[in-house]
């Protein structure tokens, strides 16, 4: 390599040299191959750039602080979807997924609740939060039901102690948010009974929608929360295993009372003097 860059500094090279050169580019490149980005992948610099300085703008101004407040039917109310959607992309852990979700199942609660105390509670403001509502479950179902597949015959121990840590974890946040919604769930109910049948009949129908997703998390536990088939396959082998004895006569035994089982099965006859 150093010889052709010394040829390249030489100011006249013969046709015969220069082809030599390209030769030896094209031979090396080939057997190198080197990855070049494409002017065209910085549109992916592009897009991140843009969502970091959207989320700068927000963060930095006052709409964030509009937005915190917003509530279903207002304006700001799906930029306040918004920065959670953004704020869930951070965490990590199964453990710290279920708690963004926890949070923001509390917040829509906090939604109906100030709702239907200000009686602004309506049929098209209910779909919204319900929706919501349910996204969000679907998310704790999906992150329970993931973190239970991470245990697998495959891993190392280390890896499945890990694992099974995490599924732990998972099913005792997973039973607090369902334990959370049940008193959440009264709280609305009770303050409905002081409003209009209609807001009556809205929170019963939020309720019902409500207990039906809580039920996939429930199974979603109750599946996580279950041995897994090579688990039960040792447990059932490690009880087939088990010998269960009885306490047979030993030789002593059987000594002192020499009696035959023929003998003993015959039926008593009279005896015939003569």
């Given at each position: 390599?150093?010889?052709?860059f010394?040829?390249l ?12 050169m ?26 991140t ?7 700068l ?8 602080y ?11 109310y ?8 953004v704020?869930s ?16 199942l509390?917040?829509r ?6 709702l ?8 098209e ?14 998310k ?15 891993n ?20 607090k ?12 109910t ?8 209609e ?13 039906l ?10 599946t996580?929360a279950?041995p897994k ?9 490690d ?6 004895t009885?306490r047979?006569?030993d ?12 003998k003993?099965?015959?039926?008593n006859?009279p005896?015939?003097?003569?």
């Open positions: 390599m150093k010889q052709i010394n040829k500094n030489t100011p006249n090279m013969t046709d015969g040299e220069i082809r030599q390209r030769a030896y580019l094209h031979s090396n490149t080939m057997q190198n191959p080197a990855f070049v980005r494409s002017p065209l992948g910085m549109s992916w610099y592009v897009k750039a843009s969502a970091a300085m959207s989320m703008l927000l963060t930095a101004g006052g709409i964030t509009g937005a915190q407040k917003a509530l279903p039917g207002d304006t700001l799906s930029v306040k979807l918004h920065i959670e959607e704020k992309m951070t965490n990590q852990t199964p453990k710290e997924k279920l708690l963004q979700q926890q949070t923001r509390m917040t609660f906090d939604e109906i609740e100030t239907v105390k200000t009686g602004a509670m309506t049929a403001k209910q779909a919204v939060v319900t929706e919501q509502l349910a996204a969000h479950l679907d704790v179902a999906s992150a329970v039901a993931d973190v239970e597949k991470e245990v697998t015959t495959e190392t121990d280390a890896q499945n102690t890990v694992a099974k840590s995490d599924v732990t974890d998972a099913i005792a946040t997973a039973t948010i369902t334990n959370d919604i049940a008193t959440r769930q009264a709280t609305i009770e303050l409905a009974d002081n409003k209009s049948d807001t009556k009949q809205i929170i019963k129908d939020t309720n019902i929608a409500l207990t997703k809580t039920s996939e998390v429930k199974d979603a536990v109750t996580a279950a088939q090579d688990e039960a396959d040792a447990l059932e082998a009880l087939n295993n088990i010998n269960i009885t047979q006569p030789e002593k035994t059987q000594l002192q009372n020499p009696v035959s089982n023929d003993a099965s015959l039926p006859t005896t015939h003097t003569q």
